[in-house]
């Protein structure tokens, strides 16, 4: 018998609903055992967000700063034979509860030495959380041996209209000429046959050709333009991080004036900005194709 945990944490179900796809082949198997577990803050963030409460997680989120976690309702000393540890991006980084649990000592005993794929349903934009996450599980002694994400498949400037009528005001869509914001539904369906691929290795323990065959079967959503807009956001949101954090912790109102520059700023970024980087980034995917593609892939295939 072999046992696996699945660790998780999802505001809207989105997550939990994409883990369940994936575990679905697990459970349907009467050789494997599998156990949920949900991670959570002490005091859990708004769902849906005020627009202030949203973007005053932007600091703690770009620098992995942990927030206080509830004790896991599970036994530290148990072997699993696989953790499926299920993680939204925040920001371009690990979301703060996700990054939190990564520190939880009962998480950290469990994955030492075991091997971890990870599981990531997001808007778009998860290449520098993805790099944080394996740094991550390398420092805790886990061997990271899977990786798939699920992204909402609109253009970039859509789903952050959409992504926002559902993070702040609730309502997921379509509304509208708006479309549904998120993962598609369809696709979140058919993530069973990923857990297929992991079952699958799980049985034999070979965990060597588990990626190249997750990312054959196209469970990793990467694009060229939008993983080099990320890279430069990054870079700038940790300047902005800075000094949001020199004026005071999370939820002090002497950093919320700069907090709402932030997000004009942001919004400029966005709208303004990223169009014209994007067709820049889009005509230099065009003339160095086999290029781009060949770096696309590697980051897919990267765990
Ligand atoms: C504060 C915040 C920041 C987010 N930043 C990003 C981001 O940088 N990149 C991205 O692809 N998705 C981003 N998202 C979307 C989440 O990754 C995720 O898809 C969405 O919140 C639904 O997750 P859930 O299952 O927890 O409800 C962000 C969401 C929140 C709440």
Redesign the pocket.
């Known amino acids: 018998m072999k046992s696996v945990l699945v660790l998780?944490?999802?505001?809207?179900?989105?997550?939990?609903?994409?883990v369940d796809a994936v575990a679905k082949p697990l459970l349907a198997c009467d050789q494997v055992q599998v156990d949920f577990a949900k991670y959570q803050p002490k005091t859990d963030?708004p769902?849906p967000?005020s627009s202030d409460a949203?973007?005053d997680?932007?600091p703690e989120?770009r620098f992995g700063i942990t927030c206080p976690m509830q004790s896991m309702d599970i036994e530290a000393n148990k072997h699993y034979d696989l953790i499926i540890f299920a993680y939204?991006?925040?920001?371009?980084?690990p979301?703060i509860p996700a990054w939190s649990a990564l520190h939880d000592p009962t998480i950290m005993q469990i994955m030492r030495g075991r091997p971890v794929v990870t599981v990531?349903?997001?808007?778009?934009?998860?290449v520098q959380?993805h790099y944080s996450i394996t740094q991550r599980l390398k420092v805790l002694g886990a061997s990271h041996v899977g990786n798939l994400v699920l992204?909402?498949p609109a253009n970039n400037l859509v789903s952050v209209i959409t992504?926002i009528k559902?993070?702040i005001e609730g309502k997921q869509g379509p509304n509208g000429i708006w479309p549904r914001s998120?993962?598609p539904l369809a696709r979140i369906e058919q993530s069973y046959k990923y857990g297929d691929l992991i079952l699958n290795a799980l049985k034999s323990e070979n965990w060597a050709s588990l990626q190249s065959n997750l990312v054959n079967a196209g469970a990793v959503d990467i694009n060229f333009v939008l993983k080099t807009i990320?890279t430069n956001?990054h870079r700038i949101f940790g300047v902005w991080a800075k000094m949001i954090l020199k004026k005071g912790q999370a939820g002090d109102t002497n950093r919320l004036p700069l907090i709402r520059i932030f997000k004009y700023y942001l919004l400029f970024m966005i709208f303004i900005l990223s169009p014209i980087a994007s067709l820049v980034f889009w005509i230099i995917n065009f003339l160095f194709f086999p290029f781009a593609r060949k770096h696309i892939r590697n980051i897919a295939l990267m765990h």
């Not at 998780?8 to 994409?18: A, D, H, R, T, V």
């Open positions: 998780y944490y999802s505001q809207s179900g989105q997550l939990k609903n994409i963030y769902f967000w949203f973007f997680a932007f989120s939204q991006v925040w920001y371009l980084s979301s990531l349903g997001v808007r778009n934009m998860w959380a992204t909402d992504v559902w993070l998120g993962v990320e956001g």
